[in-house]
């Protein structure tokens, strides 16, 4: 089945910097790629929505310009955290769509732990 | 009204017997239709597809799927200890994106 790979799994940093989660789709062309964060017994919430080459859409209440999104290629999307907070501390997930079937696959996610 | 509902508490099933996971949706316009499950502290990860009226089987799982009553289900049969997770039922209303419900908790009693 199809694969998407997240990098890194787990980070712990300090408040104030940024963190970069790269999200891979590895055996298909993601024709979207989606962001969502999740906290502990909670939902998925998903955050935004990127479209190769475009900018990315945000949901509702996600502040674009902390989390940045990069959707350079079919394959590859980044979600960066900027000027990270410890109530950014989270479980932050990437799914691809892929095309024809339009299934949606998630990464195996990361923890982020803001200190 | 919730775009997907997953209205159950948690689910007790004893090892081998049958889970049973329903799920409603407001979208008529609906097409597509998944069932995702979803480990504790792992993300989630998709079980079942399904796109047309009727039943689908891929193992021990069977999707439901009746559009003129916007239900899905799903069916676990011989229900083994490591199907205990959370359950996202997904649909693909008329827009871009997935509407997830809230999950439902399953736990096989050995």
């Known amino acids: 089945g199809a694969v998407v790979s997240q990098h890194p799994s787990r980070v712990i940093c300090k408040s104030g910097t940024s963190v970069k989660i790269e999200c891979r789709s590895l055996?298909?062309?993601?024709?979207?790629m989606f962001w969502y964060r999740q906290f502990p017994k909670k939902s998925l919430m998903l955050m935004a929505t990127s479209n190769e080459g475009s900018k990315a859409t945000y949901e509702q209440g996600v502040e674009k310009d902390k989390f940045l999104i990069n959707h350079a290629s079919l394959t590859l999307s980044t979600l960066t955290v900027t000027s990270a907070h410890p109530e950014d501390s989270s479980f932050y997930i990437c799914?691809?769509?892929?095309?024809?079937?339009?299934?949606?696959?998630f990464g195996p996610g990361t923890r982020l732990l803001v200190l | 009204q919730k775009e997907v509902e997953q209205n159950s508490g948690p689910l007790s099933v004893p090892e081998g017997a049958i889970a049973s996971l329903n799920c409603t949706y407001s979208?008529?316009?609906?097409?597509?239709f998944f069932w995702y499950r979803q480990y504790s502290g792992k993300s989630p990860e998709l079980i079942m597809s399904i796109y047309s009226n009727g039943d689908k089987e891929d193992g021990r799982f069977t999707a439901q799927l009746n559009k003129a009553s916007q239900y899905v289900s799903l069916l676990i049969r011989d229900s083994q200890p490591s199907d205990s997770a959370t359950y996202l039922c997904?649909?693909?209303?008329?827009?871009?994106?997935?509407?997830f419900g809230k999950g439902n908790q399953v736990v096989v009693i050995p």
């Open positions: 979208d008529r316009g609906s097409q597509s």
């Open positions: 055996d298909f062309q993601a024709t979207t």
């Open positions: 799914s691809a769509r892929e095309a024809g079937p339009e299934t949606q696959y």
């Open positions: 997904a649909v693909r209303p008329g827009n871009n994106r997935l509407a």
